[in-house]
């Protein structure tokens, strides 16, 4: 059974370039959250959502970053016109269904993005 | 707003040493959770404590939830290299789903051969 998989591991972009951050869930998994995560820093909750659902954006940016989670696919983790500030560690982690246990989040390998 | 601190923020001990990290919420947690993060690495689940008061051990690991649902520790026994890391505290953001986690500020572990 994979684990949840981020592509891609390392990003690079340019000032005003967009980034697009892919996370695929474990399978028979049907939440997905976004943290981010500076140096020497905890993990900052981003985004919640369900397939085809934004649960909770609460922690997103209003400008720039978006987020989905479509019926087939990844859930994309958008990031329009980055900053310097952007450039973090940006992690993506999933849990199971409602009634299934533990309410644990499983993380994936993170992407690394650096704007120059 | 909800806070989760965890103290210290960095610990440096000889191996062998015992090491605690603690962490406190500003509201009553209806359960609290611990990750680990290896340096360069990503945050694994190590254990959730639901009940008031509750202590679980894995090997040289020891878990406890407050009586009041508002803190909670780790501690590690003869600490050895392969502990090194972060440990973060998370609990259910407040307001939010129970899905939804609060992960506290970390404490960073070193381990000295």
């Known amino acids: 059974n994979a684990g949840v998989m981020q592509n891609p591991r390392h990003l690079v972009r340019r000032r005003g370039q967009e980034a697009r951050l892919r996370c695929s869930p474990m399978k028979g998994h049907s939440h997905v959250y976004w943290y981010r995560q500076l140096p020497e820093e905890g993990l900052k909750f981003m985004v919640y959502l369900q397939k085809e659902n934004i649960i909770d954006e609460s922690g997103m940016p209003k400008e720039r970053f978006s987020a989905e989670f479509p019926k087939e696919g990844p859930s994309i983790l958008r990031i329009q016109q980055v900053v310097r500030g952007d450039s973090a560690a940006y992690f993506c982690?999933?849990?199971?269904?409602?009634?299934?246990?533990?309410?644990?989040?499983?993380f994936g390998p993170g992407t690394r993005l650096t704007v120059t | 707003g909800q806070q989760v601190m965890q103290i210290p923020q960095y610990q440096h001990v000889q191996e062998g040493e015992d090491f605690t990290t603690y962490c406190n919420s500003s509201t009553t947690l209806s359960n609290i959770q611990w990750y680990k993060q290896r340096p360069g690495g990503h945050p694994v689940f190590l254990i959730q404590l639901v009940k008031s008061g509750e202590v679980k051990k894995q090997k040289r690991l020891t878990f406890q939830f407050g009586e009041a649902k508002k803190n909670s520790s780790l501690h590690i026994t003869a600490t050895q290299t392969t502990d090194v890391g972060t440990y973060f505290c998370a609990g259910p953001h407040f307001g939010g789903s129970a899905r939804q986690l609060t992960f506290g500020s970390g404490t960073q572990l070193t381990v000295l051969p």
């Open positions: 982690a999933s849990s199971p269904p409602r009634g299934r246990g533990l309410l644990e989040q499983y």
